[in-house]
């Protein structure tokens, strides 16, 4: 049971080049989230889904798009990087909604020159 | 503005003392808190949680305590041990749009010494 698995660990971009995170979980989960973590900030909430084909917008949605066409798969895009996308990513699963029930991906480290 | 903050980046502890790590919200809608432990190159894990309806929760060697008028919340590690060195995020929610949103402190680093 492989639980939340987020592809790639690492990346470097350059400014203006485009990329997608995977985020994939076995456990049957309804609900996926991104999330950002920079240093001196709490993890950031950056889109979200409630079910297949549903998503919404966190905290900080802009300059990503994401997608949620299998239940079982969280794509978060980002169509122009910049510098200021510069962070670690983890995507999160939960079965109902609860934050006791978070099952974190391992992160990926992104950077952007 | 930072509506979760914990305003310690840093603590260290004896192994078998006490470690207490705090939180401060702004948000009175906030119902529902958590901990979350983070060891490196892993994502956060969940620990301990507490309703607004309560004031304490135990789950064997952690404590979390929540004082509402203050807008306050602590956890308390008794004994510490060595391998709860890790990051420790506090987190609150409110319902909202189908779902419950998590609004994440910006981590204690807690080190246990030996």
């Known amino acids: 049971n492989a639980g939340v698995t987020q592809t790639p660990k690492f990346r470097v971009l350059k400014t203006g080049q485009s990329m997608t995170l995977l985020c994939a979980q076995d456990?049957?989960?309804?609900?996926m989230y991104w999330y950002r973590q920079d240093p001196g900030m709490g993890l950031r909430l950056i889109h979200y889904?409630?079910?297949?084909?549903?998503?919404a917008k966190g905290e900080v949605p802009d300059g990503y798009n994401v997608s949620r066409l299998k239940k079982q798969n969280f794509l978060l895009g980002l169509e122009s990087a910049a510098p200021s996308q510069t962070s670690v990513y983890f995507c999160?699963?939960?079965?109902?909604?609860?934050?006791?029930?978070?099952?974190f991906g391992s992160g990926t480290r992104l950077t952007v020159v | 503005d930072q509506q979760v903050k914990q305003n310690s980046p840093s603590l260290s502890v004896q192994e078998g003392r006490i470690s207490i790590l705090n939180c401060d919200y702004t948000?009175?809608?906030?119902?529902?808190f958590l901990w979350y432990k983070k060891y490196p190159a892993e994502g956060p894990t969940f620990l301990i949680s507490?309703?607004?309806?309560?004031d304490k929760n135990e789950d064997g060697r952690f404590t979390v305590f929540l004082n509402k008028s203050a807008k306050h919340l602590s956890l308390h590690i008794v004994p510490s041990q060595p391998g709860d060195s890790a990051v420790y995020f506090c987190?609150?929610?409110?319902?909202?749009?189908?779902?419950?949103?998590?609004?994440f402190g910006t981590g204690t680093r807690l080190k246990v010494l030996a």
């Open positions: 987190a609150a929610s409110a319902y909202s749009s189908g779902t419950y949103k998590y609004i």
């Open positions: 999160a699963s939960t079965p109902d909604g609860q934050g006791a029930s978070y099952t």
């Open positions: 507490i309703s607004s309806i309560k």
């Open positions: 889904s409630v079910g297949e084909g549903t998503t």
């Open positions: 948000n009175s809608m906030f119902d529902y």
């Open positions: 456990m049957n989960h309804e609900y």
